[in-house]
């Protein structure tokens, strides 16, 4: 327990140096919040079901946080780790393997958070937003996506050759899902023949999944979502375990 706990705190410091993922995780989607606000407001719509635009970006950008962390910050970082020799050196310690694992879920995890509670007090602060779901479910429903998509994230870390074929491939992924997932503009402005690309998309799920229970739904009226984020979270993390190499 004690060596998770400093693995852990080294974890967070370690992420906390690197500004880019700092930056998309904790910044990036508030800056959205202030952009999108000044330019739409937050005024009762009737295509949001009488929200306003930023009442339904609030569990759409923490999707956009849970996507920037799990299909770009842990695939290029772990294949760094691995080129550098970071991960063997960590598998000759007496620390089995799965404390470096857990110790960096609970870093992304803890990142998603803060960043999500950032994203938040900036948008309650400008624009008031709504929030009529449960605490308790909407924190169940961000850790369940979270590991969703950090198990893909895992997954392209050991496939990836290196840490820019690891970029690469999270980019080619993850930037067409931000603009067409919903995470970033809401998929009610967009035409239908994208909408029904959206379908296939994971990220898409997630937006979907957290909105509802966002807005007080249950999640009875979410089971499509659950299903398949679960069966890629089983999928994803079985590959990864398969194909995890340390060096």
């Keep these: 327990m004690r060596g998770l706990l400093q693995l852990t705190i080294m974890s967070f410091k370690l992420y906390l140096r690197e500004p880019i993922a700092t930056f998309f995780t904790l910044a990036f989607p508030p800056l959205l919040v202030l952009l999108f606000g000044a330019m739409y407001g937050n005024d009762p719509d009737p295509m949001y079901g009488g929200y306003g635009t930023m009442d339904i970006t609030m569990p759409a950008y923490t999707a956009l946080i849970l996507g920037t962390i799990g299909l770009l ?11 550098l020799g970071v991960l063997r050196r960590f598998r000759a310690t007496p620390m089995r393997p799965l404390t470096y694992i857990a110790a960096d879920l609970l870093t992304n995890l803890t990142m998603t958070l803060l960043g999500m509670a950032i994203l938040i007090g900036v948008g309650w602060a400008l624009y008031r937003v709504r929030f009529e779901g449960q605490v308790l479910s909407v924190f169940v429903a961000v850790v369940f996506s979270g590991l969703t998509m950090f198990a893909v994230g895992y997954l392209i870390a ?13 980019m080619v992924i993850f930037y067409p899902m931000m603009f067409l997932s919903g995470a970033s503009v809401p998929l009610e402005v967009m035409p239908e023949g994208v909408r029904r690309i959206s379908d296939f998309l994971p990220l898409t799920h997630v937006v979907t999944l957290l909105r509802g229970l966002w807005f007080g739904e249950g999640w009875g009226e979410h089971l499509t979502e659950v299903f398949i984020l679960g069966a890629i979270f089983v999928v994803g993390a079985g590959l990864a375990a398969r194909f995890f190499r340390w060096e």
């Design 158 to 170: 050991s496939l990836a050759s290196g840490a820019r074929t690891a970029q690469v491939i999270g």
């Design 73 to 83: 910050g842990i695939p290029i970082t772990t294949s760094g780790y691995r080129e």
